[in-house]
């Protein structure tokens, strides 16, 4: 039978590295799964100001930020970095009468600390949060992206699909021969991504003057990290005696 050029089908997919009767192929997955104490804590700080108009409120949203500012780098090398994310000036109008009145202005700037220093954490927190208008979110624990943790993940997937293979082959009564490919999980196509982990949020704001004794710091325990790592290995063997 002749097809057509419009009736012909091409593959849809790559072609499955099947094995062959002098060089059977094992394919297996190897996985790994860590549980490490984290790098970096992130807290959120959002400071506010209100004020009957735009140049009083502009003034109290500076001088608070300034105090954030220098109270969080006061802890030196505990604070890895602060960053500014936003800043917002927004004008509240009146709910009733005619004509666009402005009632008050409503300022915020948020920044972003990350700290290194873990036993600092519950200090500084505590002194953020007790301070004028002054929210305090997080903290959110993670790993670096450059973590040794996640390339630790990867050999242990590495080894573990060796040596699940090497049991199929054991069980066969035969051996590994050579390593035909690795990839990783989603390599060779698009795959969904995993659930993120959950993450712990606290909250904390101060909305009055701070108190003339300050608060005590809290205790604040780290958040086990989950590093998991996936692969796909194939793999061929000497030809068992079945």
Partial sequence: MTLHPEERTEPTGPALPYGTAD???????????????????????????????????LDDLTRRNNAVLDLVKSYGQAVERIETGALSITPELTRHGRGERIRTYHGAVRLTA???DFTALGELTTRLADLDLTRVDG????????????????????????Q????YAEALGTTLDALVEIADIGAEGPQPLPPAPGMRMR???GYGAAAPDEAPPLDLEPERQHV????????TMKPPKL
């Fill in 114 to 116: 990350h700290l290194t």
């Fill in 228 to 235: 998991y790592a996936q692969l796909n290995a194939r793999f």
């Fill in 23 to 57: 060089a059977p192929r094992i394919a297996v997955r190897g996985e790994a799964h860590l549980e490490v104490d984290p790098e970096i804590a992130r807290i959120a700080i959002t400071v506010s100001a209100r004020g009957k108009d735009r140049r009083s409120a």
């Fill in 139 to 162: 903290p959110w624990w993670e790993l670096r992206p450059d973590s040794p943790t996640r390339r630790h993940a990867r050999q242990q997937a590495v080894r573990e699909a060796v």
């Fill in 164 to 167: 699940r293979a090497r049991e």
């Fill in 203 to 205: 909250s904390m704001a």
